[in-house]
């Protein structure tokens, strides 16, 4: 169904419309935006009995780009609904990063399906409520899947958050955080850790060789190992420093070009390198494809640790962000890594 009024495009597809998001709950973030509220294209079927013409749905279409999805903004109290209606109903939940957000504040942006919230308040209480909804949501997906809730590890990505946004995390009493840069992080952690002397610290971005010292003396685990030249210059380094890092082999799990990663064909190779180096198998990591279903590729993960032989201390899973953490617990995950959903958006 396609509803219009002003800048204003609605393209409705499921049992209840009225759940998608109504008129009233995001006008206000909408006109701070100047933009329209949801966006669709090809991947939105045209079986409803009261959408337009193809004529006028690509007139309606003209000034957005032909990427394939939805945008969508939309009052806090609806992102549950909303993300379980689309979910269940559309045939794509690809989201395109809206640039700006609503001045308001009023606005939730949805990505892949998960969402991700407006500017936090920089205190505990904040801290803690949004630590206690993914810690309770990392539970629910635990539930079918007869896991236990202990053996997924939050990461808590604190990457281009500086230390008065991380500060509340630490104080609601989370201890796990993610960087993505060395020296980002030696520069805002060096001064943390001297508060917070018990925090585990995981690097989660990828790699160059020249850093490895520095990475063996600030982490406690390694999520990027992907190449051969990389695995030498960390083994050299935990030599040197007498301390082994457990680090996360990184796969080429969409086999893109211009992702690292460990080229599927070559895992089991580079596996065998891995241990035969002495450094510590913690498991297999990926990124998945942006734009697309997660799952399959959790799935393929945890299939691709299963016929390498990867159990007990060296059968980690280290998949799923904000949008998709829930989705890569129930396919097994033992690590996420979770920032949006608990810092809000970076600015």
């Not at 796969?251 to 070559?266: F, H, L, M, S, Y």
């Not at 990926?286 to 799952?295: F, I, Y």
């Amino acid at each position: 169904m396609f509803v219009r009024d002003r800048d204003l495009v609605f393209i409705v597809r499921g049992r209840d419309p009225a759940l998608i998001c109504p008129v009233d709950a995001a006008q206000s973030a909408v006109n701070a935006m100047r933009a329209p509220l949801l966006r669709t294209d090809e991947a939105v079927g045209q079986d409803h009995p009261m959408l337009r013409t193809q004529q006028e749905r690509q007139k309606l279409q003209k000034p957005f780009s032909p990427r394939f999805g939805f945008e969508m903004i939309m009052a806090k109290h609806e992102a549950r609904t909303l993300r379980q209606v689309c979910n269940r109903f559309l045939e794509s939940c690809v989201i395109t990063l809206i640039r700006k957000q609503p001045e308001s504040g009023e606005g939730l942006y949805l990505r892949h399906g998960g969402f991700i919230p407006p500017p936090m308040e920089n205190d505990t209480q904040s801290a803690a409520s949004r630590l206690a909804e993914v810690e309770s949501n990392i539970a629910r997906m635990c539930k079918p899947a007869r896991r236990e809730p202990a053996d997924v590890t939050l990461i808590a990505v604190s990457k281009t958050h500086p230390s008065e946004r991380i500060k509340p995390v630490l104080e609601a009493g989370h201890r796990v955080f993610g960087e993505n840069r060395v020296q980002e992080a030696q520069e805002k952690w060096s001064a943390l850790r001297e508060s917070y002397p018990e925090v585990e610290l995981h690097l989660i971005g990828q790699l160059q060789s020249n850093k490895a010292e520095d990475a063996v003396e600030l982490f406690d685990v390694i999520h990027s190992l992907d190449r051969p030249s990389l695995l030498k210059a960390l083994a050299k380094a935990m030599d040197k420093a007498g301390r082994r890092i457990p680090c996360f082999v990184q796969v080429n799990i969409g086999d893109e070009d211009q992702k690292g990663g460990c080229p599927i064909a070559e895992l089991p190779g580079f596996l065998d390198k891995t241990r035969a180096a002495g450094v510590p198998i913690a498991g297999l990591m990926c990124l998945p494809p942006a734009d697309t279903e997660a799952a399959p590729f959790f799935a393929f993960l945890a299939k691709l640790a299963k016929d390498n032989g990867l159990t007990g201390d060296e059968g980690g899973l280290s998949m799923g962000m904000s949008g998709d953490y829930e989705t890569a617990v129930q396919l097994g995950a033992t690590h996420v890594r979770v920032g949006t959903a608990l810092f809000g958006a970076r600015g």
